[in-house]
């Protein structure tokens, strides 16, 4: 049997753990939505051992410029230090724990403590202690007592990451295929800038609610009526029947519509600047070139189509960096769902544009982002209620034993490998990515480290699904 101790000292009973996620029956158990027990496990097992996704460099392109971030509850500063490297250090003063830097983002040469007056580097060293001679009478030896960084920082092609755990494997492996694919959706467009600011929002659901939600494609028809009705959602993209899933380590998944074989080896044949043009045009001007990709869905220029992989290259569904880093808006934007106690949620909404974008280009797509997601988002107003009452029956002495139901296409599909190794469903919506993303949160909230979780951890599925 297995143990769960979090740091607050409540214990959770492994076997509980394991029956709270069925994956064979395709059934969840609504207290992983509210005990507060598990919460702190989160925090600690998942968060605080994971890769968490940071910022993007050109947020920080200059020394001293910084941006607060946070790695469950733990808040982190983001700088680039005097030698230009990217710094994760933990916000909080090593004399009595205040807040170092205050602003979201911004520039500075060092961070000082409003409290005291303690003073620390970029790079986290303490410079300074006021009172160093008269009150510590040199008793105190600044060398020790250094803002505490992050275990790892690295980036994917600019996107940063950070983990707090030293037992963590490298960045690209904790990726895998599944979560690299992911990433390079980010990318497809070509080089990108961060819009200055981030959207942040609170939304009173529990984090896992909100991620459980990127996978579904059958809300969008229901929830989402109003926006179609708008006009502001294509008809065709509400409930697509053809849809791909992948599933990778550690829980990455990626989930939703796909790009037919025949659609792509139309699109194999196009030169790069055709590719580059091609979401520029009209349906029929679309159609003309290359008469079955006239569907809106990416096509993708050839140095990205090779790092995605014959089959990823075909995905254009909506991945998830596991724990909580939800790749959107064509590739735009990417979102955060940090967690504040298990009922609310802070989403957070960072965009990106190709540099190569015209001020016209820049000015439609910020448009469609702005009345998509975010606080004054169509398609987020109508979710956020949804996940919120969602979250707050688990609360109910009843209503919180009933399980919730995750048996869409369970034992209906098969994995399907490519003699290049990737794999992936092919099928109608479901909740496939669902049901993993589960399997793989109780894993690691049963793992009592790094080593453990690698040894237990569940393999990409192959056969019947
Ligand atoms: S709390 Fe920072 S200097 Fe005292
Ligand atoms: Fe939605």
Redesign the pocket.
């Known amino acids: 049997m297995l143990a769960g101790t979090n740091s607050q000292g409540g214990v959770i009973d492994g076997d509980r753990l394991s029956s709270l996620v069925d994956s064979e029956r395709g059934t969840i158990d609504r207290r992983i939505y509210s005990d507060p027990d598990i919460y702190k496990l989160e925090l600690e097992r998942i968060f605080a051992r994971a890769w968490n996704f940071m910022c993007h460099e050109s947020q920080i392109p200059n020394t001293g410029d910084y941006f607060i971030n946070f790695i469950g509850e733990d808040q982190v500063i983001v700088v680039r230090d005097n030698d230009g490297a990217v710094q994760v250090l933990l916000n909080t003063c090593r004399h009595r724990g205040n807040a170092l830097c205050r602003a979201e983002q911004g520039n500075t040469k060092s961070f000082v403590c409003s409290y005291h007056g303690w003073n620390y580097g970029l790079d986290g060293r303490l410079l300074g202690i006021p009172g160093q001679k008269n009150f510590y009478r040199d008793q105190i030896d600044p060398a020790e007592w250094g803002l505490v960084k992050a275990a790892k920082v690295d980036d994917y092609k600019g996107f940063y990451f950070a983990t707090l755990d030293p037992g963590a494997p490298d960045l690209h492996d904790f990726l895998g295929d599944v979560g690299r694919t992911g990433m390079e959706v980010l990318l497809a467009q070509g080089e990108v800038v961060a819009v200055d600011g981030v959207q942040k929002n609170i939304i009173d659901c529990n984090w896992k609610i909100a991620v459980d939600?990127l996978f579904d494609w059958y809300?969008?028809k229901i929830?989402?009526r109003s926006a179609a009705k708008a006009g502001f959602l294509n008809p065709r993209m509400m409930m697509p029947m053809d849809q791909m899933v992948m599933l990778g380590e550690y829980g990455h998944a990626i989930g939703g519509p796909m790009i037919s074989e025949a659609q792509q080896a139309e699109i194999d044949q196009l030169s790069d600047e055709e590719r580059a043009d091609i979401d520029l045009l009209s349906d029929a001007e679309r159609a003309k070139l290359a008469p079955r990709i006239n569907e809106r869905r990416p096509v993708r220029k050839k140095a990205t189509a090779e790092a995605m992989g014959p089959v990823g290259v075909r995905a254009s569904g909506h991945p998830n960096i596991f724990p909580n880093l939800w790749i959107s808006t064509r590739g735009m934007q990417v979102s955060l769902r940090l967690p504040r106690g298990p009922f609310e949620t802070e989403v957070w909404w960072f965009t990106f544009m190709p540099k190569k974008f015209t001020p016209d280009q820049r000015r439609g797509a910020m448009k469609f982002i702005s009345h998509s997601f975010g606080p004054a988002g169509l398609?987020e107003q109508?979710?956020g209620e949804n996940w919120s009452q969602s979250t707050q029956s688990s609360r109910g002495v009843v209503s919180g034993r009933i399980p919730h139901n995750m048996q869409m296409g369970l034992g209906q599909d098969e994995v399907l490998e490519h003699p290049l190794g990737q794999k992936r469903i092919e099928t109608r919506v479901n909740e496939h990515a669902q049901r993993w993303t589960y399997k793989c949160w109780a894993e690691w909230l049963r793992a009592d480290d790094w080593d453990d979780l690698m040894a237990m951890r569940s393999p990409s599925p192959t056969g019947r699904i």
């Open positions: 939600n809300h969008v929830s989402h398609l109508d979710d």
